[in-house]
């Protein structure tokens, strides 16, 4: 969003005002919820059904039919880790395993200070190159247990030198 | 003349490490004061060799390849802007085994161009097919399409021609094309390559189904785990925009079409046209019922083509040289080419555009060169999450609809997911399940409940209770689950089940 940061639950005008004509306004709205503020707070779907003329029920049930939107905050760190076919021929097993326990939390869990989210996700289209996992929108390819923990501790750095 | 060299954009290689070997190569560059054009192309589709760079010498691309980060300097040590010798140095592109011996009438540029530019397009032949499209009109568009005897390649195979027929047909003030961008099946990115190589090639075809159908306003629904595939589009369609292309009168004809991209939120049933539909309208993601058809009743209640974004790509070149040449590649009711993807545990994984009628054998081991890990290739899957588990023993079938409905197996979007010897059938069975009762829209019974006892009584089996009994249960309850079903997901999800058991016995304590 280009003007101010929206804080956890004002939704601008504006927003609402850019998608209220739109035929079937509802998930580009909720995407730019949620690419604004990270998720789609529940104080804020009054607001949206009464933009967009649905009810809250409504509002309420297509957010919870898509896997993608969330109604929490996640992680500064959102890793999506492929659970389909072709990730499980090469493995991923073994890297599900290490991540969960070296991240010591399940799927749809957030690490307790807030860095790390995990999310299962059924393919991302580098299934010849696989495990694959995503982190934040950069995808990684053939990803092992050892280049997990590599790959997260080049994202600390590269976090750390931004202060 | 300056140098250049070729670094592809495409998220196969991004995850392969290309963004830092790019960043390397400006370092290099810089360090060094050399003036070195760098061009971001898109991928060849030569996975297992990504990152992999071209250099272009007298005219022909020299390829390098996996480059990592730490390969930059000491490839421009070896002279490679004039195609110096190399350990990594592969040769001329067009030369690799695995590109001379495909058929690649849709994936011809891949590579080769830079996605967003259109004059690279337009000199690697883009846009005939729409200008003879422009030329003929409506009705001998139909006719071609009809002849080339294109069938859909997001997986129900249905005749291009007579679907768009249907829609040209049906006399109302607005109809729609919606482009199926949500490649869900697990082993396929033959979409997404579209998308982010050869971005233009979908749009083409797009206005060209347009003109066919009397249609004006399209949208891709492109899935939201492809975010560069969403830039790359983005980009190209307002490069269109801005070149008159798309909006009103295009190219001065009295043609308009408008594209609007929406991004899908992770579902995969919304890959299923109607559900798909129901999520372009801003519900939820629930199946409809048929009839009515989307091409009588489709997108807010107007006649739609929803057609798969391969089915749009295969257009243009059935417009620019006929459905008669198209027609003459591959078998039986199969026409044209299918852009195979391997995948999982494959030495050489990638996209292999070929047209229908070869062996799973050629394409598993003259091109997939075996496994990844060396170990013998127990089973395929071929066309997704709901296709089936082939045993080795019938790797002679030839990849073809027909051939494959045969052996109760589906080609679908033409993914094939290698599993070596490691692999336990039961926990692949168990999860197509687990993965039926995640993605269930939930509208009918036997996929939503059938699918989560399916899960349990798997679980069962696999711990040894009463085998016999459980095996029995499951068999009941695959067949209620593909008579009974509304749509494919709850109706297929039995035949990589069953599949799994009458093959591999012995993983079931049978
Ligand atoms: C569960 C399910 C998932 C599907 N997913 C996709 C998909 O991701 N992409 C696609 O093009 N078709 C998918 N299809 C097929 C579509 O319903 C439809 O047949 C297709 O988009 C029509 O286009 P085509 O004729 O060009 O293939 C799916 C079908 C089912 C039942
Ligand atoms: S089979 Fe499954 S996905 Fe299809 S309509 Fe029924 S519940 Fe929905």
Redesign the pocket.
Known sequence: MDDKPLNALKIPQKLFDEYQNLPGALLPLLHAVQGAIGYIPDDAVPEIAKNLNLSRAEVHGVISFYHYFRTSPPGRVRIQLCRAEACQAMDSASLEQHVKSSLNIDYHQTTADGTYSLEPVYCLGNCACTPSIMINDQIYGQVSPQSFDNILSDLTIVEKDQG | MNKTVYIPKDFSASAMGVDKVLAEFYKEINKRQIEVEIIRTGSFGICWLEPLITIDVNGVRIAYGPVEESDVASLLDANILSGGEHPLKIGPVSDIDYIKNQERLIFHRAGFTDPLSISDYQQHGGFKGLQRALEIGSKAILDEVINSGL????????P?GI?WKTVYDTDVDQKFIVC??????SG?FS?RMVMESDPYLLLEGMIIAGIAVGATMAYIYL?VEYPLSAEVLGNAVQLLYEKGMLGKNILGSDICFDVEIRIGAGA?????????LESLEGKRGE?RFKPPLPAIKGLFNKPTV???????ASVPVILEKGGAYYKDYGMGRSRGTLPFQLAGNIKQGGLVEKAFGLSLNEILYDFGGGSASGRPIRTVQVG?P?GAYIPESQFDTLLDYETFAQIGAMLG?GGIVVFDETVNMANMARYAMEFCAI?SCGKCTPCRIGSTRGTEIIDKILSGENTELNLNLLDDLSTTMRDASL???G??TPYPVMSAIKHFPEDFNI
Request: charged residues 25%; hydrophobic residues 35%; contains cysteine.
């Open positions: 069938r859909g390649r997001g997986g129900a195979a249905f291009t679907k199926n961008a949500d490649e869900g099946d396929t979409d899935r995969y049933i919304c890959g299923e046209e109607t559900s798909l199946v929803v057609n798969n974004v391969v089915t749009l997704g709901l979007h993605e749509c494919a997901m109706g297929l």
